[in-house]
């Protein structure tokens, strides 16, 4: 049950990054976009010193973590 929850968060937090950063993309590529973004936020935010606990916490960090990875995307390519 928790990689069908991990999926879930992942496609939710890529779905907000893309509409936050106007990107344009599909399903797979949010799922995808949303768990690259919980590794990319969780380094970001354990660096910074803040943690997050929860659903909530978990979308927040995920959904940094992919705006972060949407503007690295951006400035490479």
């Given at each position: 049950?928790?990689l069908i929850w991990?999926?879930?968060?992942?496609?939710?937090?890529?779905?907000?990054a893309s509409e936050?950063?106007?990107?344009?993309?599909?399903?797979?590529?949010?799922?995808?976009?949303?768990?690259?973004?919980?590794?990319?936020?969780?380094?970001?935010?354990?660096l910074i010193g803040?943690?997050?606990?929860?659903?909530?916490?978990?979308?927040?960090?995920?959904?940094?973590?992919?705006?972060?990875?949407?503007?690295?995307?951006?400035?490479?390519?």
């Amino acid at each position: 049950m928790g990689l069908i929850w991990g999926l879930i968060l992942g496609a939710i937090a890529g779905f907000l990054a893309s509409e936050i950063m106007h990107e344009k993309s599909g399903m797979v590529k949010n799922i995808l976009l949303g768990i690259c973004g919980g590794f990319v936020g969780g380094l970001v935010f354990n660096l910074i010193g803040l943690s997050a606990h929860g659903i909530l916490g978990s979308l927040i960090v995920s959904t940094v973590g992919a705006c972060i990875c949407i503007w690295l995307g951006r400035k490479l390519f």
